[in-house]
């Protein structure tokens, strides 16, 4: 079964400290996507990558996060300094868009859990 | 600002009973519309989806009805069973912006044996 793997699964960590959390998608996948969970706003898409091309980051507050895809296997989001109010799940999700724009195999990863003290 | 909304965050609903989990949204231009289950620990798991052309998608005991006029869905779940216990999402997309998913809020489910 093809997955979405992300590590770590879980962070804890200080504020002030630097956390990278990774994503490996699904081989053959185009699209990458990376969202928060909050209890407040459910699902925030924080910012995405077309052929590791990012496609549009303005979720993600600029100052501080920062999200890459350094090869077609390994996308990376990036919180420099960390703050408590970071403390969220961070999913990764990833999925085949077609020519015609359409979208398959939309598919989550577990997530990591962050926890900035 | 939020384009999707799920305005309960929680349900609970008896066992064999109808379970209808409720979705606002407000930009009309929204063409795809999903469904999606979450367990703890895990990540969102498809469910079900609807084309903003039709009105009623169903898939075994999962229904996605789009009321377009109303710019509301809803999922109902028949008959509910306890595995069915999760956090439920909807979400929605438009089709020039190749997968951009805006979700709700989430709802969490609880289905009581």
């Known amino acids: 079964d093809a997955r979405v793997t992300q590590t770590p699964r879980h962070k804890v960590t200080e504020m002030g400290q630097e956390v990278t959390m990774r994503c490996q998608p699904i081989?053959?996948?185009?699209?990458v996507f990376w969202y928060r969970q909050t209890m407040m706003q459910g699902l925030e898409l924080l910012a995405y990558?077309?052929?590791?091309?990012?496609?549009?980051d303005s979720g993600m507050p600029k100052d501080r996060f920062s999200a890459e895809m350094p090869d077609a296997t390994l996308a990376t989001l990036k919180i420099q300094p960390s703050e408590p109010r970071d403390s969220a799940v961070y999913f990764c999700?990833?999925?085949?868009?077609?020519?015609?724009?359409?979208?398959?195999?939309?598919?989550f990863g577990s997530g990591t859990r962050l926890t900035v003290v | 600002d939020q384009q999707v909304k799920q305005n309960s965050p929680s349900l609970s609903v008896q066992e064999g009973r109808i379970s209808i989990l409720n979705c606002d949204y407000t930009?009309?231009?929204?063409?795809?519309f999903l469904w999606y289950k979450k367990y703890p620990a895990e990540g969102p798991t498809f469910l079900i989806s609807?084309?903003?052309?039709?009105d009623k998608n169903e898939d075994g005991r999962f229904t996605v009805f789009l009321n377009k006029s109303a710019k509301h869905l809803s999922l109902h779940i028949v008959p509910s069973q306890p595995g069915d216990s999760a956090v439920y999402f909807c979400?929605?997309?438009?089709?020039?912006?190749?997968?951009?998913?805006?979700f709700g809020q989430g709802t969490e489910l609880s289905v009581k044996p």
């Open positions: 999700a990833s999925g085949l868009v077609h020519m015609s724009g359409g979208l398959s195999g939309y598919t």
């Open positions: 081989l053959g996948h185009n699209t």
């Open positions: 990558f077309r052929n590791r091309a990012p496609l549009d």
């Open positions: 930009n009309s231009m929204f063409d795809y």
């Open positions: 609807i084309s903003s052309i039709k």
């Open positions: 979400a929605a997309s438009l089709y020039n912006q190749g997968g951009k998913l805006i």
